[in-house]
């Protein structure tokens, strides 16, 4: 995504309308120009790079689209790596360390790196040259880190990233958000829901699978405290909703004007038929965490007539739907449902075990991290209809197996 400085959008009335590139041979011929950039830089430093960039910028009034596409290019397309023979904190001790052995005059530079450019030679039994030390001094400051890596996109796909970041930019400043999700395959909104829940966003949703679903989620604005991760995370959800075939959005927004300084409110809305961002999201993924990712892997090696399903249906609660973790399936026909709460916030804490007591479902396991401060949240267990794990590390297959065998 795109920094607050590199966004740019004009304003109709409230409506706030981002900046959109079209898809031409101007804007092509300049998205080709700044990939070939970073092609040319592989195994150059960042501050290099950065050089080369500003040239192509010269006196251009589009230099801010040129460093957003260069930002998308850095930020999601390339990897720097620290290049030197020792953690540079530590190659600095020893070069000092010696330098203070002789008298600090230029002509004993040469000395004292040649001495522990062979000292290094010995210690990594490898040749260390000179030229080496003097670049691994201070290879761990950001414009000397070296671009070893460059997954090059085409030009129209960095475009449409673009397109979609200024888009997403939009949301770091929301202060409510309503997603109508019409009618779709019930995947989608699975899809969906998944990366709401990923994201960790607090949405009050309403609706069934047969009409769609209206959800609204309060933006980082509308907190007691601003959060811009929080807003980071809402901007993250928009590539996941063009996922889904049809919906539409309406957002109010708080931006600071640029001139006075002040924060003015927006609106922004935006719909699936005139909609034409592309999501750079894959259409689904197996697992939204490790902790879940650990758990299939440890039950496939069990020995149990239990069968662990990722696809589990939506299930109401009061102001929202879950979607399960897992669903456990026995030969005889006994199900449960499984979900696994591992890290998440205070807020979210509160509002999942309130709709779980609220909720009318009597097969779901609840695995809980005993990392979570669940006193701080106000979490309380009492009441609750439904089985309880607690786990500290990883969640087991035995821990589970427990629940099931005692409710045989």
């Known amino acids: 995504m795109l920094k607050s400085d590199l966004l740019i959008y004009k304003r109709n009335g409230e409506t706030i309308v981002p900046k959109k590139l079209g898809i031409d041979n101007y804007n092509l011929a300049t998205a080709t120009e700044i990939i070939n950039c970073f092609q040319d830089c592989i195994g150059k430093t960042q501050g290099e790079l950065d050089r080369r960039l500003l040239d192509l910028e010269g006196n251009s009034p589009d230099y801010r689209v040129k460093r957003g596409l260069a930002h998308l290019l850095r930020n999601s397309f390339s990897t720097f790596e620290i290049i030197s023979p020792l953690e540079p904190l530590v190659l600095r001790q020893r070069v000092f360390a010696q330098a203070a052995k002789t008298a600090t005059l230029p002509r004993h530079r040469s000395e004292t790196l040649e001495a522990i450019a062979h000292t290094l030679s010995n210690d990594l039994k490898r040749p260390v040259s000179r030229s080496e030390i003097e670049t691994g001094l201070y290879a761990d400051r950001q414009e000397n880190r070296i671009l070893t890596e460059f997954e090059a996109p085409i030009a129209e796909s960095l475009l449409h990233r673009y397109n979609l970041s200024q888009v997403q930019g939009s949301f770091y400043r929301a202060s409510s958000v309503v997603i109508n999700a019409h009618r779709n395959d019930p995947g989608e909104y699975k899809l969906l829901f998944r990366y709401i829940k990923l994201f960790q966003l607090m949405a009050y949703i309403e609706g069934d699978a047969d009409t769609g679903f209206t959800l609204t989620m309060d933006g980082p604005a509308s907190l007691f405290k601003a959060s811009t991760r929080y807003g980071l995370a809402l901007a993250k959800m928009i590539p996941a909703l063009l996922h889904v ?63 662990l399903e990722r696809e589990v249906d939506l299930i109401p609660l009061p102001g929202s739907v879950m979607i399960p973790d897992f669903r456990l399936v026995h030969p005889d026909g006994r199900e449960f449902l499984l979900e696994i709460i591992g890290y998440w916030r205070p807020q979210y804490l509160q509002k999942k075990f309130y709709q779980v007591r609220n909720g009318d479902t009597d097969n779901l396991i609840l695995a809980v991290s005993e990392r979570l401060n669940l006193d701080k949240a106000g979490v309380k267990f009492t009441d609750l209809p439904n089985h309880l794990i607690w786990f500290k590390n990883k969640l087991t297959p035995k821990a589970v197996l427990e629940i099931l065998d005692r409710s045989s």
């Open 245 to 307: 075939t049809r919906w539409s959005l309406q957002a109010k927004l708080q931006n600071r004007d640029q001139y006075s300084g002040n924060i003015k409110t927006g609106k922004f809305s935006l719909t699936s038929d005139r909609c034409d961002l592309v999501s750079h999201y894959p259409p689904g993924k197996p697992y939204d965490s490790m902790l879940e990712a650990s758990f299939a892997k440890s039950w496939n090696k069990a020995k149990t007539p239990w069968r």
